[in-house]
Every structure is written in C-alpha cells, then in structure tokens.
C-alpha cells in the first residue's frame, strides 16, 4: 500500500524558515515525480514545486527563490527548504505523487503558520 508522510510543519515567524520532508512508502521503483502543494483556508490546493527523478525543478511565481524542492538520500523522500517565509504561505502542506495509470497519491498534510 503506497502511503506519503509528511513532516516539519510548525509556526514561524514572518522571515523565518522551515523545512518540510515526506517520506513514500509501498513503491520499490524511483518515482518519477513528486510535488508539493498546499492549501489556505478558504481557497483552492495549489502545486507549489515539482521535482523529478533526474532533479529538474519547478516551482509557483509565489515561491520562487524563497523555496527550494529537493530529493532525499533515501529512496522516495524529498524535502521543501522554506526561506523568507511569509504570513501568506500559511497553507496546509501535502505531499504529491502519481503513479501507474494516473492513480493520485496525497499524504496527510502538515500545518506551516507564519506569524506577522
């Protein structure tokens, strides 16, 4: 059973900087790709940044140069470094992948408050 766990969230104040981390189990090839999104009270999920197997990147104009996607050392983690945070990244943060026939696969979510 595939399963993403997420981990890091917290409250930080605005200009400050978090990491998060989600860890994939249940798959025993390299996924391809994996995202990060994330959701604010009120508004739709969003994609924040992508990254694939070979490590391009991709990222939101909202976050761009603040955050950066990368891949674990461990198979199936990869990690958002925040910088600069700011009070509207406060959002719901979950970890993305889709595998096999277009099956999507969400972990649990972590919280990322920014205090102003």
């Known amino acids: 059973q595939v399963q993403l766990v997420e981990s890091g969230g917290g409250l930080v104040q605005a200009g400050g900087s978090l990491r998060l981390s989600c860890a994939a189990s249940?798959?025993?090839?390299?996924?391809?790709?994996m995202d990060w999104y994330r959701q604010a009270p009120g508004k739709q999920r969003e994609l924040v940044a992508t990254?694939?197997?070979?490590?391009?990147?991709d990222y939101a104009d909202s976050v761009k140069g603040r955050f950066t996607i990368s891949r674990g050392n461990v198979k199936n983690t990869v990690h958002l470094q925040m910088n600069s945070l700011k009070p509207e990244d406060t959002a719901v943060y979950y970890c993305?992948?889709?595998?096999?026939?277009?099956?999507?696969?969400w972990g649990q979510g972590t919280q990322v408050t920014v205090s102003s």
């Open positions: 993305h992948t889709r595998l096999g026939f277009g099956t999507d696969y």
């Open positions: 990254i694939t197997r070979v490590g391009s990147t």
């Open positions: 249940g798959i025993f090839s390299s996924i391809n790709v």
